[in-house]
């Protein structure tokens, strides 16, 4: 404890050289947000809202920084040069470290493809531009969040894009002689009035955007605008103001009342918000909220006193923001490496060296170059100077990264092919946009050649395809056997929407208008059969009991003949990244035509897809006993090992689908090419 309070004095120290009126429950406060969001990242079961510390983040960062530039305004001391020097001092050196760290790591356990965006990332990062490159790459078949190294800095752009917007906006109000209030509460009211009813709720602009995050800095802003102005503290404000004494012997400091509703909002953000799929909202009011009455309740309240300015916190705090860093690559590439996630022991072993080089930059670094003690004969300007030209370097070396398409000729010849199996390789043909919906597409986007014209062939058995994007991915492959099977083939298929009525799924919100237009479209066109499949495994926790409901209103609707076809295995993080660390790892003469390595098999929900079926007297395909048996998973089909069955970790390539298509077929009759089909069992 003693090195904490002295670790704690020198920080606050050379805080102080840069923001005077240093409260080190502002720092404690910092620790607050950084401990949610690694317990959110490491073991998201425990902390469901930790990410909300960015949104504490974003107030503390518009209350120091807003008070900075007022200050200095007010006293006719302020200058773009030297607000940006004190920036630059603060945030590049822990940032160029963990950039150029990165692409180290990378370079040993990233494909060519997966280098090549990590360099992306790197050049966003440096030019502080990560948000908008986000904003831009999100979407359905988007590579997994979790695999991307530095996907936090997207909090990280918008704050520099504030600093660097914000002190124009206070010199520019200040010329026009108009109240920084005022305009700190116009711009407050209008970017929060913009989440909530503009952009839209869940959008993806909505989370990455500068103008729909301002409201939450510009909340921080106005305290500092309010206690510069008054020319007082906040806490001598409230201290001397707002003390209220009850008769005794009960005495309540507004101080006291405020900080305890600010720590219990926070403490419930972190508690009750479950997921930031359908966030910034209203709710985000909570933390938000909380971390500004927390802010002003000033450094005397009890729980700023004695919780927040305690040593342990206010290290924390003092090195949060280099932990922010840290973490999150750590945790990423962990999972790119070892081919699945990461146990919690293994996780929590990872916080344990973020903290610890947290520190390091923090002590050998940071504080140094903050205090001039690490080039105490340099000028004012040369460190600055110097940060940006390594800014720069880390920038270009992103920028070539992404020239060379992430090095391929690291990766040895003989299994480069796997390696260019990548996310924008795609499926083959599952008509997204048309016939799969995607995000923000609704059921009047399904294009009129989602229906076979041929139905009206009565001598034809007509097949609907009805699902989620685990549903289009057999269509390649149902499309390939039509000639010789002989039947009409409708596709009516959305992404992350499964055939289950009467259900809101809040990551499409458009799914319950689609399937409830399905259904319907199925009693108009009185189908034979239809084809029932999704990625169960990720509505299983949720409504998959309600899938009962679907398999009713089929029945009520006259289908003759109903198919489940079960979930297909699971690869980690994909089929040609497995196969790749697979070779890494054994360095075979020859890669496996089945493999165990890097796979799931989702055999508990195969067993429950079955029992749907059984229940209700439906056909049923196990996609796990069509790929898989004791050996392992199919990963490819036939002599050419290039012939993959899946181009991610679980979407079926035109061979897979086929492959799968042959077993749909056979269980309802429909297949005349059965000794094409590999010598698997379909149950």
Not at 164 to 188: E, G, H, M, N, Y
Not at 506 to 512: D, S
Request: some cysteine; glycine content about 8%.
């Amino acid at each position: 404890m003693g090195y904490l309070r002295s670790f704690a004095r020198e920080g606050s120290a050379a805080a102080s050289i840069v923001a005077p009126g240093y409260r080190s429950d502002i720092d404690g406060l910092r620790a607050v947000a950084i401990l949610s969001v690694v317990i959110y990242h490491a073991v998201r079961d425990v902390a469901r809202g930790g990410f909300v510390g960015v949104d504490i983040f974003f107030v503390i960062s518009g209350f120091l920084i807003s008070g900075i530039v007022l200050r200095g305004l007010n006293s006719g001391k302020f200058t773009f040069v030297d607000f940006c020097r004190r920036r630059i001092r603060r945030i590049l050196p822990a940032l160029i470290i963990v950039l150029a760290t990165s692409w180290a790591i990378g370079w040993f356990v990233l494909g060519s493809g997966e280098y090549l965006a990590l360099g992306r990332q790197i050049s966003a990062a440096a030019l502080f531009v990560s948000n908008f490159v986000l904003m831009h790459d999100s979407g359905y078949f988007a590579p997994s969040a979790e695999l991307n190294p530095l996907l936090h800095l997207w909090s990280l752009a918008i704050e520099e894009q504030f600093y660097l917007a914000w002190p124009i906006l206070l010199v520019l109000s200040q010329k026009a002689r108009l109240s920084a209030v005022t305009v700190i509460a116009a711009v407050c009211v209008a970017s929060f009035a913009l989440t909530v009813f503009g952009i839209g709720v869940g959008d993806t602009a909505a989370f990455f955007s500068p103008t729909t995050r301002s409201w939450e800095l510009a909340l921080g802003a106005l305290l500092a605008a309010a206690e510069v102005g008054s020319r007082c503290s906040i806490d001598s404000i409230l201290g001397v103001t707002f003390r209220h004494e009850w008769p005794r012997p009960f005495t309540v400091d507004v101080r006291d009342l405020l900080a305890c509703l600010g720590f219990g909002a926070i403490i419930a953000s972190i508690v009750l918000i479950q997921e930031p799929r359908n966030y910034p909202s209203w709710i985000t009011l909570l933390p938000t909220g909380g971390a500004a009455l927390l802010i002003a309740a000033g450094g005397q309240a009890w729980i700023n006193r004695q919780i927040l300015s305690h040593p342990l916190m206010v290290t924390v705090g003092l090195i949060s923001y280099p932990l922010y860093l840290w973490h999150w690559p750590l945790i990423s590439l962990a999972r790119v490496f070892i081919q699945h996630e990461p146990t919690r022991l293994i996780k929590l072993a990872i916080v344990a060296v973020a903290f610890v080089l947290a520190w390091a930059t923090t002590t050998l670094v940071e504080r140094p170059i903050r205090t001039g003690r690490l080039s105490p004969f340099a000028g004012q300007a040369l460190v600055p100077l110097s940060l940006l030209l390594g800014l720069g370097g880390v920038a270009g070396v992103g920028l070539v990264t992404q020239m060379a398409q992430g090095f391929p000729t690291r990766i040895p010849e003989s299994v480069r092919y796997l390696d260019a199996f990548r996310y924008d390789s795609g499926p083959l043909e599952t008509r997204a946009g048309r016939c799969l919906l995607l995000f923000g597409q609704d059921e009047r986007d399904f294009a009129a050649d989602c229906a076979d014209p041929n139905t009206s062939h009565s001598d034809r058995p007509f097949v609907v395809l009805w699902g989620d994007s685990h549903a289009a991915h057999l269509y390649p492959g149902l499309k390939l056997l039509q000639p010789t099977a002989g039947f009409s083939l409708t596709q009516l298929t959305a992404g992350t929407c499964p055939p289950i009525l009467d259900v809101n799924f809040p990551f499409q919100p458009a799914c319950r208008g689609i399937n409830n237009f399905v259904i319907r479209r199925i009693g108009e066109l009185r189908p034979r059969i239809v084809v029932l499949a999704a990625r169960w495994g990720i509505y299983a926790g949720q409504d998959l009991t309600k899938l009962d409901g679907t398999l009713m209103a089929l029945k009520r609707a006259g289908v003759d003949r109903i198919m489940l076809i079960g979930p297909v295995p699971i690869w980690n993080p994909s089929l040609p990244k497995a196969l790749l660390n697979y070779y890494w790892a054994k360095r075979p003469q020859r890669l496996p035509t089945r493999m165990s390595f890097g796979v799931t098999k989702m055999v508990d929900l195969d067993d429950r897809i079955r029992q749907v079926a059984n229940k209700f007297d439906v056909a049923f395909v196990s996609a796990i006993d069509a790929f898989c048996d004791a050996d392992g998973c199919l990963v490819s089909i036939g002599n050419d090992p290039r012939n993959l069955t899946a181009w991610d970790n679980a979407h079926l390539t035109a061979a897979g689908s086929e492959h799968l298509a042959h077993g749909i077929t056979q269980k309802f009759g429909l297949d005349q090419t059965a000794d094409r089909a590999s010598n698997v069992s379909f149950h």
